[in-house]
């Protein structure tokens, strides 16, 4: 028996990371939808549903008070406040899918990550980058969610992020939707072949 047979079968965990507009959450929800054997990670929110989101398929949308009383309960993998909203992981749905041996998928910022990071579980980073900023400010006004002031906001939180990409282990660019999205899934299957 070699020696990656006779492992114990875990899930592992995979982070998608990006600056707002950049297609994170439509290149998840194709990841779902091609892959069906992942558990997926919805986080929760504290900001208003945009555009076609639905609550408990996109986000979980709950109040501020709510949110903070789960902070209270220790009930996050992860949480940050990006912009006057709150966003955070809940912790019970990962951990039960990791132990059960499936992969979990999260959508989650680079604040978010840094403190996945720290928990010790299998894990595998990747961030998705816009082709430009200029095309990055396209789809932010495109999708027509935001304020100008907003989309200035958000222009200025992807530059920084976009500095964080090193903290990675890949980068994959957001140009072309499928191709971004197969560019994912080839990195998920390497990911059964590591030896730890």
């Excluded at 707002?20 to 997926?40: I, Q, W, Y």
């Excluded at 990670?41 to 008070?65: C, H, L, Q």
């Excluded at 949480?79 to 989650?108: C, D, E, Q, W």
Aim: glycine share 6%.
């Amino acid at each position: 028996m070699n020696r990656t047979s006779s492992k114990k079968t875990r899930g592992r965990l995979f982070i998608v990371s990006a600056p707002s507009g950049t297609g994170k959450t439509t290149v998840v929800n194709l990841l779902m939808k091609v892959d069906a054997r992942f558990a997926r990670s919805i986080s929760m929110t504290t900001r208003e549903p945009r555009g076609r989101e639905k609550n408990g398929r996109d986000y979980w949308f709950v109040s501020a008070a709510y949110f903070k009383k789960q902070i209270r309960r220790g009930a996050f993998l992860e949480y940050a406040r990006v912009l006057g909203s709150f966003y955070g992981t809940p912790k019970a749905p990962i951990a039960k899918a990791l132990k059960a041996g499936h992969n979990a998928l999260m959508s989650i910022d680079i604040q978010g990550t840094r403190q996945v990071k720290k928990c010790g579980l299998p894990l595998t980073t990747i961030f998705l980058l816009p082709p430009s900023m200029r095309v990055l400010e396209q789809r932010l006004r495109k999708r027509g969610t935001e304020t100008p002031r907003e989309i200035t906001e958000r222009l200025n939180l992807a530059r920084k992020e976009l500095t964080a990409m090193n903290e990675y282990d890949y980068a994959v660019v957001n140009g072309q939707l499928k191709e971004a999205t197969e560019a994912i899934r080839t990195i998920i299957r390497a990911q059964r072949y590591r030896v730890q």
